[in-house]
């Protein structure tokens, strides 16, 4: 039985209907990631899956005593009070056993999220409300947990964190995200919602891509021959009406029938046409800084950086909320004085930047009032265009230009700063999250424009697939080791960083005093199993007169029994083995098509995992104990 799900659900505000007759099952274990257009109604359906919203036909089936909770996009306007206010009133209509168990858990979320449990929420960075919100809705632990864009305003690390703990939480999981990444490696089913029909694909995200281009271009052509079809029988009727001729009464009521299904189809949402504008060529090098320091509240943020900007560099910088990368970018534009150090600008520079507070958009204007004032027309290489024709290749409706920006989804705003930003030349381009709720395609698009611009960029992101496939070059807030230049995508930084902690593991493990291992042993891993007891170490000191009587070798261990010399001789190939097995189950785990397995069998992957390492850690303490005794 399903735990949650829709049935024949209509929904509609104005204009088009963005739920036609839609069908839902969600079943436990599920993990459902929600695709489409930006605008098609994917928050709309999560919120009529939260009882938010009441279809205007159509049932919502629920599990008795179901326990849902949500995660919306926009942060509501009526929260106050502390974190941990807010936490435990999200636990206020749920039957817990007693206070302890809602101290537990408050105290579990402030820990996971890095939330500060005494603050007003009212004073908190729109990012860190939505963290507020987020563990709001895991605190819950539902049965069903609804997700609207879970990865906005956080940071890497946060994401990751978020991608290894929904995996293996009970329930089912239906999410929003416009982060590749995520929903390649946590969804184990993709539903499309497309012009009010919902339609499911058991695979990941580049084969549903694929299939749904496939999807596309089979109803493209359908179409093509329908509407030829339908050309001919009105070819047919006007000459029968001309001729006099008495008609065949049949295929007059068929060619009715073929124009009101015509009328009635939707057609495929377009996809946004557009491309920035290069100004003049600047200097060779565009921004140069010396020295540069910068810190809040007696936190460096910036400490003595060196970074020359030069013409056509791509650069992404990537670090954890708060370590200052909005910051940077505001003293390399000379928007914020530097504690010390200075910051040049280069010649000829012309600077769009993308905000992602949405800053440069005004509530109280129109969408086109947004992009040309009180004008009516822009100006695209050397040439004027009306601005509702402009805001088409966005794919803004004359209705939704001439409209308020309230009434735009949250990709629908990114949408229109994309149009305001490059509605008029530049060459020096600064984008602070641009990603955030942008659907696959227009993703993609900017990702296209990005790549074929000939000036400078430089943009803050947490998406990992977008720094991949756009920058060459990183600026990495890397903790005590401050700001570092990494070649290449967020990839390449995974894997330096990486061989690093490797590296600092190793020379940690060499420091310590222990007898060597086999040449076919790995590094030790780090383990909290119990082990056995290790040889004692000596203190020398000699100026102390030695005793008369013999001293006798390590007193408290016994010699090594034949028994044992055996077990020592073979624990380095049962040590071997462990780890070859150890190594294979890591890979597997790491595999994104790994999580789309049922949660139950991830618990029993997980476990075995755990058992393994902790006997290989036995092993070891098992191998270190039998190398210091005595031998016979």
Known sequence: MAELG??????????????????????????????????????????????????DEGRVVRRPDLVTSALVQD??????????????????????????EIDARVERALSELDLPAGEEVSTLSAGRKRRVLLAAALIREPDVLLLDEPTNHLDVAAIEALEDALPWRAGALVFITHDRRFLDRLATRIVDLDRGVLTSYDCNLSTYLDRKAALLESEARANAVFD?????EEAWVRAGVKARRTRNMGRVRALQAMR????????????????????????????????????????????NLDLELMRGDRVGIVGPNGCGKTTLLRLLLEELRPDAGTVHAGTNLEVARFDQLHGTLNPKLTVQENVVGDGEFVTIDGRQRHVLGYLQ????????????????SGGERNRLQLAQLLARPCNLL??????????????????????????TLLVVSHDRAFLDNVVTSLLVFDGPRGVREVVGGYEDWERLHTAEEARRAEGRATKKPAAAKPASAAPRPSAKAPVAPAASTATSNSARPQAKTPAKATPTLPKLTFTQKHELEALPATIETLETDRDALVARMSDPDFYRTPPAQLAAVRAEHEDLEARLAAAYARWEYLESLPKS
Request: net charge negative; charged share 25%; no cysteine.
């Open 260 to 303: 009101s299904e015509r009328a009635e189809r939707r057609s495929e949402v377009g996809r946004v046409e557009a491309r920035v504008q290069t100004a003049a060529r600047t200097g060779q090098k565009v921004i140069t800084a010396k020295g540069l320091t910068h810190a809040f509240d007696g936190a460096p943020l910036v400490e």
């Open 430 to 455: 600064i984008l602070d999250e641009p990603t955030n709720d942008l659907d696959v395609e227009t993703m993609e698009l900017l990702e296209e424009l990005l790549v074929s611009f000939a000036g």
């Open 75 to 100: 942060v509501p306007s009526d929260l106050v009070g502390t974190v941990e206010s807010v936490l435990r009133a999200a636990l206020a209509d749920l039957e817990l056993d007693g206070d302890w």
């Open 393 to 408: 290749d966005f794919l803004f409706t004359p209705d939704q230009a001439r409209g308020p920006i309230t009434r735009l």
């Open 228 to 232: 030829k079809k339908l050309a001919q």
């Open 6 to 55: 829709l049935e024949n659900v209509h929904l509609s505000f104005t204009g088009a209907p963005l739920l036609s007759g839609v069908d839902l099952q969600i079943h436990t274990g599920e993990r459902i990631g929600l695709v489409g257009r930006n605008g098609t109604g994917k928050s709309t359906l999560l919120k009529v899956l939260a009882g938010v919203l009441q279809p």
